[in-house]
């Protein structure tokens, strides 16, 4: 079931074509991570998404819509660099957008003691919000997309600013998150989106490169590649592959080598018997798995 | 409509937490009292620090109450109109600019609701100070000089509120379609001010015209009675600010808020 249909989705700055005709479903209650390079076009998409921008053509229909056009009521959104009200405090701000979301006055209390603690800074719930540090402003920003409930939450890059501590809290947050709303975040760190994430769109220049979850992606790019490290340079314990047919390319740097190969078994066998026979002072034998950033180098290039 | 309040009670806050509930009212207090203190106190301030030769003899027409009053307004026309300007300038370009309003408006929040809240209460600030400022100025001029009947200091209020409230609302139309504060204030200065010299030199030709009621309510203090002109000249006031209201909203809606 799509929570989120868009279609054709396209939009011009001026001249310049920004997102050149995006098409994808959000299924409820999936986490799903934009991912692309800077100026790939993720900002663009969340903004007309949350309804700050009008797309210059295409459609996005949202399931349970009241009126046409107007799904602010299901949505959450935390903006890439949020900007409060500096001279409200924490837990001013957040009652007032609960009220402004149609929770009555009571409710927008309770949710708001609920989120301060949710999202750790009721400490500073009754300090003006000019005195917030960038990491909890960060959380503040969270804490106001969530507080009427909604069923989609857009995040933009809502961990690239924060230090590793912040980070991780972040990112445990959205785990919890993910059980109650579909969760939609845009960053640029790959490594956040496979902790997080199920599913996975690229976007590149304004376009859908590709998408599906990360289990799709193995299948699709694995290559069978296999990681050696060696005591000493490695150069001269691999190169005799090469003429090795079952061996694609090798790559070495220093002590470490890769070996992209046809057969995994086939070389597994020849490659450890050279060990034995030559007694390699061999580190580290390893068959490995293909990376996000890998997957991400492939359909970049492509 | 519960919305609406909401939104207007953090208008309310905000002009609190910045100030704007004590530097506005009492700044319009002090224009209003200004005129009717020196106008008085005027031979024993150049007595004092003239240097004059002896023997010089100063006369200075005693002024009527009215016409004290209506200096008093006069600086209205130049000062508080200013202070209008600057105090509401940033009105709505100014959270656009932050981006907070990136954060508002992503609730489901009525652009109607968003501008005329903010609208309200900018009305409500100015034409409260105005009142007092006209209030004391009225007192002061009943102190020093003799009391206008107080039905004269209401009529002339009305008039001279709706005539900055159309000031009011322009600057708010301004605000909505140009980023730049200073862009509003340059815009809504000029024209006010231009508007303004053109209606004293052509008051046959723009006897209609808005810009026209602060001279008619000189003309009602002087003569004891509205000329015949004020009341198009009060309906198309209305008019004018119930139109610029609008268009603040179409364009505000227009505009893509996110950059």
Not at chain 1, 112 to 122: A, F, N, Q, Y
Request: hydrophobic share 45%; net charge negative.
């Amino acid at each position: 079931m799509a929570l989120v249909r868009v279609d054709n989705l396209v939009k011009n700055f001026k001249e310049m074509k920004v997102i050149k005709g995006l098409d994808f479903e959000l299924e409820a209650g999936k986490c799903v991570a934009l991912i692309g390079a800077n100026g790939a076009g993720k900002t663009t998409t969340l903004k007309m998404l949350a309804g700050l921008l009008d797309p210059t053509e295409g459609t996005i229909e949202f399931e349970g819509e009241e009126k046409v056009g107007d799904h602010r009521k299901l949505i959450g959104y935390l903006p890439q660099h949020p900007v409060f009200y500096e001279w409200m405090t924490a837990r001013e701000f957040l009652e007032y957008v609960g009220k402004l979301s149609g929770l009555s006055v009571k409710e927008a209390k309770e949710r708001t003691e609920e989120l301060l603690e949710l999202v750790g800074i009721s400490d500073a719930k009754n300090r003006k919000i000019g005195k917030f540090s960038g990491g909890m402003k960060q959380r503040l920003g969270i804490a106001q997309a969530i507080i009427h409930r909604p069923k989609l939450i857009m995040l933009d890059e809502p961990v690239s600013a924060l230090d590793p501590l912040g980070r991780r809290e972040v990112l445990e947050l959205l785990d919890k998150l993910k059980l109650e709303a579909t969760v939609l975040f845009s960053t640029h760190i790959l490594n956040d989106a496979e902790e997080v994430c199920e599913s996975i769109l690229f976007l590149h220049n304004g376009e859908i490169i590709e998408s599906g979850t990360m289990e799709q992606f193995r299948e699709k790019y694995q290559q069978s590649k296999i990681d050696l490290v060696f005591k000493g340079c490695a150069e001269n314990f691999v190169e005799k592959f090469a003429n090795n047919d079952d061996v694609i390319s090798i790559k070495h740097e220093g002590n470490k080598a890769s070996l992209y190969v046809r057969d995994l078994e086939a070389a597994k066998v020849s490659i450890l018997n050279s060990a034995v026979d030559e007694n390699w002072p061999l580190y580290k034998f390893e068959i490995s798995s293909i990376s996000l950033e890998e997957v991400f180098m492939k359909v970049v290039q492509k | 409509m519960n919305q609406w309040f909401i939104l207007l009670k953090k208008e309310f806050l905000e002009m609190s937490r910045n100030y704007k509930w004590v530097w506005v009212p009492i700044t319009f207090i002090l224009l209003g009292i200004l005129d009717p203190l020196t106008s008085y106190y005027l031979p024993q301030i150049i007595d004092s620090v003239g240097d004059l030769p002896e023997g010089t003899v100063i006369q200075i027409p005693e002024p009527s109450a009215a016409e004290v009053f209506i200096m008093s307004l006069s600086e209205y026309q130049l000062i508080g109109i200013l202070i209008i300007v600057l105090s509401t300038m940033a009105i709505v370009s100014g959270e656009r600019k932050s981006g907070v309003v990136q954060l508002i408006l992503v609730k489901p929040v009525s652009y109607f609701s968003y501008i005329t809240s903010k609208w309200a209460g900018a009305l409500i600030l100015i034409s409260s100070s105005l009142f007092l400022g006209m209030l004391a100025s009225w007192y002061y001029t009943g102190v020093l000089y003799e009391f206008l009947p107080f039905s004269d200091f209401l009529a002339a209020y009305w008039a001279y509120a709706l005539w900055l409230i159309l000031v009011l609302t322009l600057v708010v139309l301004c605000s909505a379609a140009l980023k730049h504060p200073g862009a509003t204030a340059m815009v809504t200065l000029i024209t006010v001010f231009v508007l303004n010299l053109v209606g004293g030199s052509l008051t046959h030709a723009l006897e209609w015209s808005p810009t026209q009621l602060p001279l008619y309510v000189s003309e009602r203090l002087t003569t004891n009675q509205w000329p015949e002109h004020i009341w198009p000249a009060a309906g198309l006031a209305a008019l004018f600010t119930f139109a610029f209201l609008v268009m603040a909203i179409l364009l505000f809606k227009r505009k893509e808020l996110a950059d």
